[in-house]
């Protein structure tokens, strides 16, 4: 890729050309011109000359492919920048490991008034014994540690961190050498980010906002909330976001609302909806997930946080002040409750007002046929995420150990989602699973249970222009003239059309299909590597040399 001048800091007139543009305006596209922060024009070769005389920069994508930028729909960014920069267990093979990784953390950060950190998976291990607190409180030296599981559902801590604070132990979800869930990690977790300074919080939102960008992720949704982070931690992303150039930053606030003061209150802080990680339930991983029946390797149904009522009196409430409403659930009991309280609202309100308020479930993990076929009833998005089938599906995988295999089999289908007309948007839940959209893409398409599979096409379009129709815009996320100029430019092998099914050919390179080709995704493949990534015209990454 050769462009003629170097990133400008406002939106220039560029013809893109010499490349493969994928967009619906027209298959064989290999040029595009951007005006003013939007797409202007898509065409073929031979039409680009005309525009080349009348531009500011011509861009040679020496045959580069341009997508419509990614937009991961549900994100903790503050969270993900502190594991980027910080202690990250993810790759911890086992405890050993992890306490070894602790160890030096602490020594190489003594100024730390706490230590953070995340992504152990003790499900993963030897032994499957996640630390206890002697061997946490011996590899920090007696310094306060907050250490959250991959789920960021349950933590491990120091001795030091329980004493910052009093009643802890009274709190459900307290366990003596357990990792803590429910009330008392909320208790832990709020202890822990009042020790963040502003300037450690804005150098991890940075962090992850680079990382963003340099995987051609142009805009994220921002999962917040009083039990998730705070309201400063919410407001100064946003500020940060619209300060400088970098993806866009759209905020949900979870937090229930019940007229139009607390909807009032939402708007205030800059969120689009009280949405987002409300939950419902907790997760599979922490044994928290809300289930019709006990776990299989461990006693119980998990904990439910909001029942039905509480669910209806939210969404009729944002529905009334115009407002998004949502939930975080995962087990088919908590995803029943939400059905059953959104069909309350509905009731009340009338289906056709709850529907267009576009409200949304995150994770929708253990979907029925019923629920399925009500969230396609009631208009609700569904923002999943297809790594975690990827790290926790198949015969042995998390998901069979704590479900059996035959429920877990149920798990994630995306391919009944689509086909009943749910809407779906596609995100990481990072720092849960890294930022990463065309593995995210992957994952959906090769599903480990192969019945809930979807085409790489439908996967990529719900993780560009699910993400923008998941907020209320169906203008944005596809190249197509008087859209956002949201793109990113690749570096890619051979551009294919895959099919999610075995039964047929897995792919093509027929271009009398009409249909825009994608880079080839099957397992084993190396992804596409971003070359560039443009956020409203503007350049906010390019990789070095190129």
Not at 278 to 292: E, M, P, Q, R, Y
Not at 479 to 491: F, H, K, M, S, T
């Amino acid at each position: 890729m050769n462009p003629s001048t170097a990133p400008q800091s406002h939106p220039r007139t560029v013809l893109l050309r010499r490349g493969e543009v994928h967009s619906p305006a027209d298959p064989f596209a290999t040029a595009m011109v951007v005006e003013r922060g939007q797409v202007a024009w898509v065409g073929s070769e031979g039409a680009a000359d005309s525009f080349a005389s009348g531009v500011d920069e011509v861009v040679d994508l020496d045959g580069a492919l341009v997508t419509p930028a990614f937009t991961d729909a549900h994100v903790h960014t503050t969270a993900t920048g502190l594991a980027l920069t910080g202690l990250d267990l993810t790759g911890a093979r086992d405890l050993a490991g992890a306490l070894a990784a602790v160890r030096a953390y602490a020594a190489a950060r003594p100024a730390d008034r706490v230590l953070l950190g995340h992504g152990w998976d003790a499900a993963r291990w030897p032994g499957l014994r996640p630390p206890s607190r002697a061997e946490l409180d011996e590899a920090t030296g007696g310094r306060p540690l907050y250490l959250t599981r991959a789920d960021v559902h349950s933590a491990v801590v120091t001795t030091a961190l329980l004493d910052l604070v009093p009643g802890v132990t009274a709190r459900a979800g307290y366990a003596h050498d357990a990792p803590l869930t429910g009330d008392a990690h909320h208790a832990v977790r709020a202890a822990a980010h009042a020790a963040i300074t502003p300037a450690r919080r804005a150098e991890a939102q940075r962090a992850a906002l680079a990382r963003a960008a340099s995987l051609g992720i142009g805009s994220l949704h921002e999962c917040g909330g009083p039990e998730i982070s705070d309201e400063d931690d919410f407001t100064a992303l946003l500020a940060l976001a619209d300060a400088a150039p970098g993806p866009r930053v759209r905020g949900y606030w979870a937090e229930p609302v019940t007229g139009e003061k607390g909807a009032r209150r939402v708007r205030e802080l800059g969120a689009l909806g009280a949405a987002g990680d409300l939950f419902v339930d907790g997760s599979l991983g922490s044994h928290t997930a809300w289930l019709g029946e006990p776990y299989a390797d461990a006693p119980g149904t998990g904990q439910p946080q909001l029942d039905r009522d509480a669910v209806a009196a939210h969404v009729a409430a944002c529905t009334e002040a115009g407002l998004q409403a949502g939930f975080h659930a995962i087990g088919d009991a908590a995803l029943a409750a939400v059905v059953a309280g959104v069909l309350a609202a509905a009731e009340r309100l009338g289906t056709a007002r709850v529907r267009a308020a576009r409200h949304r479930i995150e994770h929708a993990e253990m979907m029925t046929p019923e629920t399925v076929a009500a969230f396609a009833e009631l208009g609700l998005t569904a923002s999943v995420q297809p790594a975690f089938d990827a790290a926790w599906g198949g015969d042995d995988g998390m998901y069979a150990a704590r479900l059996g295999a035959a429920r877990a089999a149920t798990l994630n289908p995306y391919a009944a989602l689509l086909k009943a007309g749910v809407p779906l948007a596609l995100g990481s839940d990072a720092p849960v699973t890294p930022l990463d959209p065309w593995g995210t893409v992957r994952a959906a398409a090769f599903h480990r249970t192969a019945a809930h599979r979807v085409s790489v096409r439908a996967a990529f379009t719900a993780h560009t222009r699910g993400g923008w129709r998941a907020f209320g815009r169906d203008d944005a996320g596809v190249l197509v003239p008087g859209a956002p100029a949201d793109y990113a430019i690749w570096r890619t092998e051979e551009l294919v059309v895959q099919a999610p099914d075995d039964r047929v050919a897995r792919w093509s390179t027929d271009p009398r299909s009409g249909t825009p080709g994608l880079p080839d995704l099957t397992p084993g493949r190396a992804l596409p590597e971003c070359l560039e990534t443009v956020v409203g015209g503007e350049t906010v990454f390019r990789r070095p040399n190129e």
